[in-house]
């Protein structure tokens, strides 16, 4: 969860690559005529055939898309799941204390207000929230980021994948859900056998997804070396530096072959990643998804004007921008949020990857990467911008010959 603002790095640390969820929704401007214009509506794509995406997150609240989760044979819904310390638990949410469970409007209430704040607007949620902040004690701050830093992890994926289904019926969803550490200091503390469970469960989920017929995956998060290195600062303190810097490259090498490994054996699916929030180059966040391959697109987020961002990061890795811009995204509940970040750019990729293969299933993981980036259009500062209406409609020219 890479927070997109200073307050929201701290609480979120950089599992995710989440922005901050919110906004009041009276006070989210209407969509503006830049990306509108845009849009592949779904008119474009009725009675086409259902193209299956992966949400691979923090978990999805599925009862939001109950008529587009895939289900097992029994009715239930289909999901491949691991919690903080990588043990198999197959539930579509996290499985979080009760007593942060019921403070559910409470939470979505706050990072509301978070997000208006971190976004500029002057609702009286976002002062308030300043205000509250700035008048904690240390002991208050400590419990207000370690809840929010949970919630915020725990309604990531459902925000995702409201994005990623938005207006297109055409799409069904597959969820395999990933935990982060919480708290401060963080549980668990990072260890060189985490690191090797943690890789064996992105192997797993990556498996399971392909196996169960994903044609794009969504990836919001990065596993970024400084994340790791935070871990350890703060649960490991006594440990040299040379150690941790050690263990997070270990980690980070050690999914990253993994991810190379299953794309590479999977060429039918376009895996879309999000480049992060730090304001710098990928190669200096060193992600595990810090790789090139030809059907891994890596996306970085714009305004709703198509300008670039100070946040997102950068690099020849990162091929195309979309909206990362108080992106609409449900929260768990179906209460309104407008969270920002390249999070939230990536779904609207894989929205409009989803629709490209609607009109042209045949289309590999690669053709429908080089599709996307070749349909795309500069923006002032050079950044391709994601055009929805150009890759569908040259999809479909392609599919009728």
């Given at each position: 969860m890479q927070g997109k603002k200073t307050r929201t790095k701290l609480i979120t640390l950089a599992a995710l690559c989440i922005g901050s969820f919110g906004a009041q929704a009276q006070a989210n401007p209407k969509p503006l005529d830049f990306w509108a214009s845009r849009d592949a509506p779904v008119e474009i794509v009725v009675d086409a055939p259902t193209v299956r995406i992966a949400i691979w997150d923090s978990g999805v609240d599925a009862s939001l898309f109950a008529t587009q989760v895939v289900r097992d044979a029994s009715g239930e819904v289909l999901v491949r799941g691991y919690d903080a310390f990588k043990n198999r638990q197959d539930t579509a949410m996290a499985v979080i204390p009760e007593a942060v469970l019921k403070r559910q409007n409470e939470l979505n209430d706050t990072l509301r207000a978070l997000d208006d704040r971190d976004s500029g607007v002057d609702s009286p949620a976002a002062m308030a929230i300043a205000e509250r902040l700035k008048k904690q004690t240390s002991a208050?701050?400590?419990?207000?980021?370690?809840?929010?830093?949970?919630?915020s992890g725990y309604v990531h994926g459902t925000g995702v994948a409201d994005i990623a289904l938005s207006g297109n019926p055409n799409a069904e969803m597959l969820i395999a859900r990933m935990e982060w550490w919480h708290g401060s200091p963080p549980v668990p503390c990072w260890t060189r056998?985490?690191?090797d469970r943690e890789a064996e469960s992105i192997r797993d989920q990556l498996q399971f997804l392909v196996d169960h017929g994903a044609r794009v995956v969504n990836m919001s998060w990065g596993?970024?070396?400084r994340a790791y290195l935070g871990n350890l600062k703060a649960c490991a303190p006594d440990m040299p530096e040379s150690e941790r810097l050690e263990l997070a490259r270990y980690t980070v090498a050690k999914i990253r072959a993994v991810l190379i490994k299953g794309m590479e054996s999977a060429p039918?699916?376009?895996?879309?990643?999000?480049?992060?929030?730090?304001g710098s180059t990928l190669k200096t966040a060193n992600p595990a998804t810090l790789f090139a391959l030809?059907?891994?697109?890596?996306?970085?987020?714009?305004?709703r004007n198509g300008a670039a961002t100070e946040w997102t990061n950068t690099g020849p890795e990162v091929t195309l921008y979309a909206n990362g811009d108080r992106v609409p995204a449900r929260l768990p509940g179906g209460g309104p949020s407008f969270p920002s970040g390249t999070s939230m750019a990536t779904p609207v990729v894989v929205n409009a990857a989803a629709k490209v293969l609607a009109v042209n299933p045949a289309m590999t993981g690669a053709q429908?990467?080089?599709?996307?980036?070749?349909?795309?259009?500069?923006?002032?500062?050079?950044?391709p911008l994601l055009h929805p209406r150009n890759a569908v409609e040259t999809a479909r020219k392609v599919a009728r010959g």
């Open positions: 208050e701050a400590a419990e207000f980021d370690d809840v929010i830093g949970r919630w056998e985490l690191a596993r970024a070396e039918k699916v376009l895996f879309v990643g999000a480049a992060g929030n730090a030809p059907n891994f697109l890596i996306v970085g987020a714009v305004d429908l990467r080089v599709l996307l980036e070749q349909t795309a259009t500069p923006n002032a500062t050079g950044q």
